[in-house]
């Protein structure tokens, strides 16, 4: 049952007795056990705690409700947004070279390294009562911060970089030797794009919109900034789960996280899916899919 | 060096594209992070040291680096292990482990926050054994770590896991052949290359840990002095209004992002060369 890498029972000289195998596989599950699988169990037994019919009543709350339409709002800005800016930053730097190339690579993943308080806090400093454009907003009334609009922006900051650092190292890889052949056989820019480049780097594509799209609707620390945490209208549903929590609702609060878990669960089984195409495409040859 | 206009660039739409590319990002990222460095040199220099080295502010340092620290090599050994157990061994499941351990990135900070606090406090799951024994983790600089643990568990995993499946076995069995047995091989021919990829790991777990806030904010005791954690303090001076105090630190955790981020850079570079 428990063998080595290549099906053998252990040669002696390159793989270890079974009792050390057996030891350390059984740190390596019960460490995963204890800090993966062990809260993973805890959301849905809590959620469930006072049976379905609590569970689906947490779920139809106005306050909730209204969180979930604010989170995929947030999430319909900010995806295609930063896609759209993947997508045209890959072109730019990985099929041209131009110097200060790497620095702006740089650059473009400074929102990773940042944390996400940090994230909220410039953006309260650009727009906030006391920041750069403060007076301006109030003179007109127009409500950025502790508002949808900083909501949405904060979380486009902290999601900027996922599309773009997906697409650069594969559009990089694949050269462009194809999309000049398409340029000398006759296709314009938006063809050759769209006909030869495309193709290529789809599953790329869509594995950075599912990792982009699973840290815009669970932000929570830039957001809490930002927010107004007024329910029913500045609450995502990471913030709604903080008030729940915090007023003592555990059960309800647990039925709420137990969407973002199940997010969760799905973001990693397409996660899964796309990495394996991703694999088939390379082994089988670009341009085939 | 020729200007971008003067070089003959086959494939078409550089200019508007990375046009767009440096806007986007001035807009999104650059402006905005500049706001934070221009509020800061509003302060003079007494007013900023005053600001970061405070008593109360100097504790949440060691609370949150020194947390995050632990956490990391607790996340560099282990890690390490599980990955080692993921590439080197074959057991049922293993592939549903392998897509498991990503969990701490796609599970949102909020739910993975509430259920920590919730499994480590006094009548959690684990709380009702560990309290009697007198191990107290929720609301304690304890349970700040687990929460660190959790958050970078995948990110020593994924880094050493590449590095192993490179690994080629013929060196071991080189070693072997030359008369080392599998403890020596393991810590003369396996361990230093697989070095600079769990000190990668290490670092990417360590700097996630220090601005971590949603996963560490309900488990930790928030005590000023105790358990209060650095991004906290930031958004308590928000609450109250000290703009330049909480752009002070925030100035102070920046810096070390980027110090990280640098020494995470060099480390790559490191492990790319000595993997070749």
Redesign the interface.
Known sequence: ???????DGGA??????AWV?YL??A???G??AL??????A??FV?ALEKGWAAYLGALREPDTLSAVRLTLLTAVCCVPANLF?GV??A???A??S??GKSL?IT?????F??????SG??????F?L???FGPFLQVHDIKIIFAVPGIV?AT??VT?PFVARELIPLMESQG?DE??AA?TLGA??LQ??FRVTFPNVKWGILYGVI?CN?RA?????AV??VSGHVRGSTNT???Q??IL?NEYS?AA??AV?SL??L???V???L??VVEWKIRQGFSVGSGEN | MGSFGRKNRVLPGFGPTLGYTVCYLSLIVLIPLSALFFKTVTLTWDQFLVAVTAPRVLASYRVTFGAALLAAGVNGVLGGLVAWVLVRYRFPGRKLVDALVDLPFALPTAVAGITLASIYSPNGWLGRYLEPCGIRVAFTPLGIMVAMIFIGLPFVVRTVQPVLEELDPEIEEAASCLGANRWQTFCRVIFPTLLPAMLTGFALAFARAVGEYGSVIFIAGNMPMVSEITPLLIITKLEQYDYAGATAIATVMLIASFTLLLSINLLQKWSRRSAE
């Open positions: 049952m428990v063998t080595g890498k290549n099906g002696p000289g390159v793989s270890e007795p195998r350390l596989i740190v390596a599950l460490f995963l800090f993966l699988l062990l809260p993973l805890a959301v809590q800016f045209v930053a072109w730019a730097l099929k041209f131009f110097p702006l650059l473009i993943d400074l929102p390294s940042v944390s996400p308080v940090v806090l410039v953006y309260v400093l650009v906030g006391q920041g750069w922006l486009a900051f900027f462009r999309e000049e340029l314009g820019g050759t794009f990792l699973a609707m669970g932000e929570f620390g809490s900034v549903v990471p913030l789960v903080e929590y555990y609060a647990f996280a973002l878990a997010l969760a669960l973001t990693l089984a996660k899964t």
